[in-house]
Nanobody, 118 residues
Framework: QAQLVESGGGLVQAGGSLRLSCAPS????????MGWYRQAPGKQRELVAG???????NYADSVKDRFIISRDNAKNTVYLQMNSLKPEDSAVYYC????????????WGQGTQVTVSS
């Protein structure tokens, strides 16, 4: 089964920017929704942003106007541009891909650490 490979995490100062990327290591057909989730220590995993195959986006209230999600359908790649980062954005960020067929198939990346220092 294909896996998702993330890149772009790291350590940044508050107010800085990072860009995350995620692409499958193998073939995944008919991707519907691509998105990013995050999980901070002691907290539940939460949706950060999602984008449909048609380009419709949704964002968590906490990241609206700071983060931008985009995708390259030809490359099956999803990006998350994170601007004006805050310490509370620190978490492990996970890429998610959803294929909607007779059954729903979810693919997850291994996670990439984002740490924002104050």
């Amino acid at each position: 089964q294909a896996q998702l490979v993330e890149s772009g995490g790291g350590l940044v100062q508050a107010g800085g920017s990072l860009r995350l990327s995620c692409a499958p290591s193998g073939r995944i057909s008919s991707i519907n929704v691509m998105g990013w989730y995050r999980q901070a220590p002691g907290k539940q995993r939460e949706l950060v942003a999602g984008i449909t195959s048609g380009g419709r986006t949704n964002y968590a209230d906490s990241v609206k106007d700071r983060f931008i999600i985009s995708r390259d359908n030809a490359k099956n790649t999803v990006y998350l541009q994170m601007n004006s980062l805050k310490p509370e954005d620190s978490a492990v960020y996970y890429c998610n891909v959803v294929v909607l067929g007779p059954v729903r198939d979810d693919y997850w990346g291994q996670g990439t650490q984002v740490t924002v220092s104050s």
